[in-house]
Nanobody
Framework: QVQVVESGGGLVQAGGSLRLSCTASGLTFDDYVMGWFRQAPGKEREGVSCISWLGDSTYYTVSVKGRFTISRDNAKNTVYLQMNSLKPEDTAMYYC??????????????????WGQGTQVTVSS
């Protein structure tokens, strides 16, 4: 049984940092493109950042470029999202997802095979 579990969310002041972690089990981790997605109240879920199987290619949505960094450790079946210079507009539920697909430079919400339950990130002004 596949499990995807996020951790690391919380409440932080604007300008602060958080590091999200996501550990997947029950799958061959390095066969999966991993991604972070977020959904704010009243908004659609969006792709924040995705990373290829070996971690050599990454995607960032425009609003987080230069502030967020995605990485993965295939030996630990874990993907990370380092979030710096956080803004109130980053407030959302953050989800980790796994897609058994070729990395194509995109980070689509559709096509993900497995999702975690989410971790809340709240940035106060």
């Amino acid at each position: 049984q596949v499990q995807v579990v996020e951790s690391g969310g919380g409440l932080v002041q604007a300008g602060g940092s958080l590091r999200l972690s996501c550990t997947a089990s029950g799958l061959t981790f390095d066969d999966y493109v991993m991604g972070w997605f977020r959904q704010a109240p009243g908004k659609e879920r969006e792709g924040v950042s995705c990373i290829s199987w070996l971690g050599d290619s990454t995607y960032y949505t425009v609003s987080v470029k230069g502030r967020f960094t995605i990485s993965r450790d295939n030996a630990k079946n874990t993907v990370y999202l380092q979030m710096n210079s956080l803004k109130p507009e980053d407030t959302a539920m953050y989800y980790c997802a796994a897609a058994r697909a070729f990395y194509n430079g995109a980070c689509p919400v559709s096509g993900q095979n497995y999702w975690g339950q989410g971790t809340q990130v709240t940035v106060s002004s």
